[in-house]
């Protein structure tokens, strides 16, 4: 028995990793806005920077509304989230930017239409209800609603932080492997595979409790309940 305790207690522990991993990444209930007021039918972690997007998309007016939270390179640093209507990189990116000013929180609109020219102006699609803001735990959040594509399915993201603003500009990020990866697809609808032809839409914001606790959650929670009876079962056979 002693000689086969220490791989039952690994296999155990292996299967609970695999049991909190995956409901941790759908959990929306875990990931806090910045003093965040507003409700959102869906969230993410973004993979990298440690970032999270909060979002609710309305497909009878084809609007997006968007928070996105990360902490800036530095204290007096910059946060920026985009979409890149025509590709998948920054090039092109029409990017929401906050930043402090005066020790008050700002956002602003640029239009990236290269790596060399970030020009702040006006955007290729529609915009509304911007504004900031800033928590304890160093963090800024990007509030905003902007109009995408009839039937969009899904959108190209890029997020990013700076160092600071100088002149009223934004300085550079850095180019570690982190900044250079932060960008991904942003699916608004989820394919519906049978029973209609038809994409299904997100959720309303007076439906985040119930999302929490079905859909994505529950059958994590349903797999979570076999595999723990599976470990549990393979662990009184081994020892």
Known sequence: MGSLFCPSLILFFSLWVTLISPAHSLNCSSLKLPGGKKQYSNCTELPTL???????????????????????????????????PTATGMAGSQALLAFKNSG??????????????????????????????????????????????????????VWQVGPGVSNGQPMKHEFAKANLASMGELKLVEKVISGSSSPTPSPSPSRQAANNDSGDG??????SAGLWILGLVSLLVLM
């Open 50 to 84: 440690n970032s999270t997007l909060h979002f609710t998309y309305d497909a009878t007016n084809s609007s997006l509304s968007i928070a996105f939270s990360t902490a800036p390179a530095n204290p007096n640093g910059w946060i920026a989230w985009a979409i890149n």
């Open 104 to 157: 008050s929180m700002v956002v602003k609109t640029y239009n990236i239409s290269s790596y060399s020219s970030i020009v702040e102006g006006k955007l290729s699609f529609d915009v509304w209800d911007l504004e900031a803001g800033a928590g304890n735990d160093g963090k800024m959040v990007i509030y905003g609603s902007l109009k995408v594509p009839a039937n969009a399915e899904k959108l190209n993201q």
């Open 218 to 223: 529950s059958r994590v929670r349903e797999m």
